[in-house]
């Protein structure tokens, strides 16, 4: 199942025309301890790059983008109770939600794990 | 991902990020100490500073239940000399500094016309014999701890006051370092002995291997603690020796933030500014009697009449429910969804394990169980004032 990251961190594996999407494990260490998420509800359609959830650390809020467009089929609920997963597994339990693609050509501008690494390296 | 700001116009930011100063960035006395430690450095106050080491919750947790070392030489260490120094400075401050014994130490604000808040500030009253000064014996001494990020403003606006008589220095080549928590005694005591002598609110000088240190039992966490003034180039090996002791790890600018927002204490460019007065800021211990009858203090009148009157709009503590932290420049709001106060600090609370905040409200809604709406970034939160501190003090008295 490829994975897809973008310059703002987010991460998306796809499988068919359903991603999952996340937050990197470069952007949780950044954020430092997570104490809560809010992940968009099933149904909501985000266009490529609007605000889908918030995720916030002790010391600050951020938002997360959605990497394509799409309609959300699932929030991941677990984060409610611990936002914590985030850090302990950014790029497993710690996913954000899932979403039905609309526009698989959305991926071509995203970046695969080696590009992204290297990207990392270079901030 | 990107950080997002809370939905608040122009939110001050004077103490953070950068100080709002155009000086170039300073490093602090143990930057390389803190870099090898793996501190995140960010700019705070002119200076890069570590925000965090091992990540803010821990160090938090570590500080409430062992001891954390913090530096904090970005403030500004200031000495006064000079015959009638206690007066001089009464002029300007609202506490009773005449009355300060040696190595006695007050909570004070440097006030402008209006009454607002230039600064908040520690005050002590040095011993005849030092340190800082000659000690010559008839000039009495004052030394003073401002915040970083207004210590220039601070200078500048005590040159204009004080009198010619009275010598006013920067003490920059000394750094100060905190250690808070409930066995910052006993690891201080292991290096420097007499230190447990010490009680909340008193200060005196003391010696590590040959460096004089003047040392306060106070702090900024609610903890039992201390603040140590000691020369910028013997900083990094008296914090080696300090973080030698099995109590103590150093602690970044995070945790002295969520820590002094759950002790309820203030922090200036944020909870304090130069709108607001002491009576709003409920800061009313750091006005003397003696002085409130006197009104002989800049700002006096104002602040006086509304100690009698009531303020408009008083500094509360909230419990916000829910988990999401509700921060600085959020607003409260009334029924009709119009503004009728401000969040000026806000975060979620380690100790607590939920978000907490500070905030101004009506004076008519600062009564504790008072339920208020929260508006940020156009969500809707229920807070309920609470009494402050979050977490009870732990000082040694």
Same mark, same amino acid.
């Given at each position: 199942m490829p994975r897809y990251f973008t310059e703002d961190h987010e991460w998306i594996d796809v499988d068919g025309?359903?991603?999952?999407v996340g937050i990197s494990d470069y952007a949780q260490q950044q954020l430092g301890d997570i104490v809560f998420v809010d992940v968009p509800a099933a149904g909501r359609r985000f266009a490529k790059g609007d605000e889908a /959830?918030?995720?916030e650390s002790v010391k600050a809020a951020s938002d997360v983008y959605c990497p394509? /467009?799409? $309609?959300?089929?699932?929030?991941?609920a677990a984060l409610e109770d611990e936002p914590a997963l985030v850090n302990s597994d950014p790029e497993g339990e710690g996913w954000f939600f899932k979403l039905t693609l609309a526009d698989t050509g959305d991926l071509e501008d995203l970046m695969d794990e080696t590009a992204y690494e290297a990207f990392v390296a270079k901030l | 991902m990107s950080e997002t700001m809370t939905e608040a116009r122009d939110v001050e930011l004077s103490g953070d990020p950068d100080g709002g100063e155009d000086a170039p960035i300073q490093l602090l006395p143990l930057d390389a100490w803190h870099r090898a430690r793996g501190g995140r450095m960010v700019p705070f106050a002119g200076y890069e500073m570590p925000v965090q080491y091992d990540g803010i919750m821990a160090e938090h947790l570590w500080t409430r239940e062992h001891a954390g070392l913090f530096d904090v030489s970005h403030m500004g260490q200031l000495l006064f000399t000079g015959a009638g120094v206690d007066q001089s400075l009464e002029a300007v401050l609202p506490g009773d500094i005449k009355g300060l014994g040696e190595g006695r130490m007050r909570y004070s604000l440097l006030l402008n016309d209006d009454g607002g808040i230039v600064d908040d500030l520690m005050v002590t009253r040095l011993p005849a014999t030092g340190p800082f000064h000659d000690g010559e014996g008839e000039a009495p001494a004052i030394y003073m701890v401002v915040n970083g990020a207004t210590k220039y403003d601070d200078i500048g606006y005590l040159l204009d006051?004080?009198? +010619? /008589?009275? $010598?006013?220095s920067l003490l920059d080549e000394q750094a100060l370092l905190a250690l808070q928590g409930p066995e910052a005694v006993t690891a201080l005591a292991r290096l420097v002995p007499g230190v447990d002598r010490l009680v909340f609110m008193t200060a005196g000088a003391f010696e590590w291997n040959g460096t004089p240190l003047w040392i306060s039992r106070s702090g900024y966490t609610g903890e039992d603690g201390f603040e140590i003034s000691i020369p910028g180039d013997v900083a990094a090996a008296f914090a080696d020796a300090l973080t030698e002791?099995?109590?103590?790890?150093?602690?970044g600018l995070g945790a002295r933030d969520s820590l002094r927002l759950e002790a309820g204490l203030p922090l200036y460019g944020h +909870?304090? +500014?130069?709108d607001t007065t002491p009576v709003m800021a409920d800061l009313g211990f750091a006005l003397a009697k003696r002085r409130r009858e006197a009104k002989d203090f800049v700002g006096a009148e104002r602040i006086v009449s509304e100690r009698e009157n009531g303020p408009a709009t008083k500094r509360v503590g909230l419990m916000v429910e829910g988990r999401q932290p509700v921060r600085e420049g959020a607003l409260v709001v009334g029924d009709d969804r119009v503004e009728i106060g401000r969040v000026t600090s806000g975060g979620f609370a380690p100790t607590i394990g939920a978000p907490i905040a500070m905030a101004y409200v009506p004076a008519a809604l600062a009564v504790p169980g008072t339920v208020v709406t929260l508006a940020q970034r156009g969500k809707l939160h229920r807070a309920t004032v609470a009494a402050m501190p979050f977490v009870p003090h732990r000082y040694v008295r």
């Open positions: 025309d359903v991603g999952t /959830a918030t995720v394509v /467009a799409g $309609t959300v089929v699932e929030g991941n | 006051v004080l009198p +010619d /008589a009275i $010598t006013m002791q099995p109590e103590v790890k150093p602690i +909870d304090l +500014d130069p």
